[in-house]
């Protein structure tokens, strides 16, 4: 069981939005900044949101994230095909002295 | 270009060693603080060890504490990860990345496999 809490799927058609949770405790997320990572099938994760809402160069402005309390959410606009994947969140926790993802969510086009 | 490539994964015993290496190419990796991530097979990510610029600070996940050891060789542009008492639930893909001034983990590695099985 994954300290930081993810549904484990989430779809929409084209065009769509879907947004993914990320539901942690005060001595991660509440804590620490968030990174959200994309990871197709088959392939090393990347980095889509940095620091809960920065987008690295050559993200799409589709993606965004956002950071409440002991919570973080990312948000898919305008829904594509290439976006199915796995997405994770991550941070530090300062209990367990290491960094903790999310369980992951496979997003389905559909 | 900047790449990361792992090597040494293998199927071994319950109880048995093996040798992890990352080699780094396309940029100087004692610029960085390196991490080991794994990825059970058809599962999510689990963060495993890491180790910081000058090899002076290391830390491990409570999972793999006491069995696996991590390190670096900047005159080879090399990271290490030795792993001992090998266990079933050590079974997973092994990948290093890089860690970034802005904390999150940005070259990735295409991973090794590594299987523990009798």
């Known amino acids: 069981q994954s300290v930081l809490t993810q549904p484990p799927s989430a779809s929409g058609a084209p065009g769509q939005r879907v947004t993914i949770s990320c539901s942690g405790s005060?001595?991660?997320?509440?804590?620490?900044?968030l990174h959200w990572y994309q990871q197709p099938p088959r392939t090393a994760p990347k980095v889509l949101i940095y620091?809960?809402?920065q987008r690295p160069s050559g993200v799409p402005d589709r993606f965004s994230g956002s950071k409440s309390g002991t919570s973080a959410s990312l948000a898919i606009s305008g829904l594509q095909s290439e976006d199915e994947a796995d997405y994770y969140c991550?941070?530090?926790?300062?209990?367990?002295?290491?960094?903790?993802f999310g369980g992951g969510t496979k997003l389905t086009v559909l | 270009e900047v790449q990361l490539v792992e090597s040494g994964g293998g199927v071994e015993q319950p109880g048995g060693s093996l040798r992890l290496s990352c080699a780094a190419s396309g940029f100087t990796l004692d610029d960085y603080t390196i991490h080991w991530v794994r990825q059970t097979p058809g599962k999510g990510l689990e963060w495993v060890s890491l180790?910081?610029?000058?090899?002076?600070?290391?830390l491990y996940a409570d999972s793999v504490r006491g069995r696996f050891t991590i390190s670096r060789d900047n005159s080879k542009n090399s990271l290490y990860l030795q792993m001992k008492t090998l266990g079933i639930e050590d079974t997973a893909l092994y990948y290093c990345?890089?860690?970034?001034?802005?904390?999150?983990?940005?070259?990735w590695g295409q991973g090794t496999l590594v299987t523990v099985s009798s």
């Open positions: 991550a941070t530090w926790d300062d209990s367990l002295d290491g960094w903790v």
């Open positions: 990345a890089t860690e970034n001034s802005s904390g999150y983990f940005q070259h």
């Open positions: 620091r809960n809402t």
């Open positions: 180790i910081n610029g000058d090899g002076g600070v290391t």
């Open positions: 005060s001595s991660n997320i509440g804590t620490n900044t």
